[in-house]
């Protein structure tokens, strides 16, 4: 889900793991309905996204052990998003990865606000242990584990964990399949578009992409998204160009989601824009 919650929380709890592919589990945490995932090699296991707190986080790992006995190899948080992000406290002794943004989103006050309205205390949000700029790989004995940041979009640090031997690519954020995407303040609307195209790049007619919220989607569904997502962009873009308000945008617009899906990326859409001017207004050269 997305900006960062301000209603009053709904009880945690945790589904049980389902398989989605060999050895790969999904298992679905409330109150935000978030997929994490669990892949599982020879050697280690990797976990994908944390739940909301560090109380979910330890209740996650200890479910873990009700599929495999094989050892917590590493943590993958896909984004800074409470619901992905929060259980980081629950893993201390294992290495946790996530986008080299990741840190910094977790120590701002919009984190923090959060995380007090959550009922969290300011020392509940862990920092991963490393931060990637690109990509990482992961050696789970008779598996390897990819790691992927293709570019921005839900937010600046959207990564992707990819599967190869099960064709199969968690996703975080930059796709759900329960209901449209969020465009929120830290989301990054004019380059969502691109870092999907690059998530269709690594897709063949049979991969599988687990989004953060909703059941596994194929290739067709990443088209859709991707084309509805370009249509945010270029929506966004015309109405700057036409000298729309940004107060008035969300009004005025025409868009492929609903209203309360894109109100929060107008304000960063406007921003990425800031100086092109409004088009169709020829400038005047002053008298010499
Ligand atoms: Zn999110």
Redesign the pocket.
């Known amino acids: 889900?997305?900006q960062w919650r301000t209603s009053a929380r709904a009880p945690e709890s945790l589904s049980p793991w389902r398989a989605v592919a060999d050895r790969v589990w999904v298992c679905t945490a409330e109150p935000a309905t978030v997929n994490l995932g669990l892949v599982v090699g020879s050697t280690g296991a990797l976990l994908v996204d944390t739940g909301s707190s560090p109380e979910q986080g330890r209740q996650l790992r200890a479910s873990i052990a009700s599929v495999t006995d094989v050892a917590l190899q590493a943590v993958v948080v896909t984004?800074a998003?409470d619901d992905?992000a929060f259980g980081l406290g629950a893993f201390p002794d294992v290495p946790t990865l996530a986008h080299e943004s990741v840190a910094g989103r977790l120590e701002c006050a919009d984190a923090r606000a959060s995380a007090a309205e959550l009922g969290l205390i300011p020392g509940d949000l862990r920092a991963p242990s490393r931060g990637l700029a690109v990509a990482a790989s992961v050696d789970l004995g008779d598996r390897r584990v990819e790691i992927a940041h293709l570019g921005a979009g839900?937010?600046e640090g959207d990564l992707l964990v990819i599967v190869p031997d099960a064709d199969l690519i968690f996703v975080?954020?930059l796709l759900e399949s329960a209901g449209p995407p969020?465009f929120g303040p830290d989301s990054v609307p004019h380059e969502w578009a691109a870092t999907l195209d690059g998530v269709i790049g690594l897709m063949t007619a049979g991969t599988r992409a687990v989004p953060?919220h909703g059941e596994p989607v194929d290739r067709e569904f990443v088209f859709d998204a991707r084309g509805r997502v370009a249509a945010v962009s270029g929506e966004l873009t015309r109405l700057v160009d036409t000298g729309v308000a940004e107060t008035d945008a969300l009004a005025a617009g025409e868009w492929p989601y609903p209203e309360e899906h894109i109100a929060g990326g107008i304000a960063p859409g406007y921003a990425a824009l800031a100086g092109r001017g409004v088009k169709g207004i020829r400038p005047t050269l002053p008298l010499a």
Do not use: C, F, S, V
Request: hydrophobic residues 20%.
């Open positions: 889900m997305d984004h998003h992905h839900h937010t975080g954020d969020w953060g």
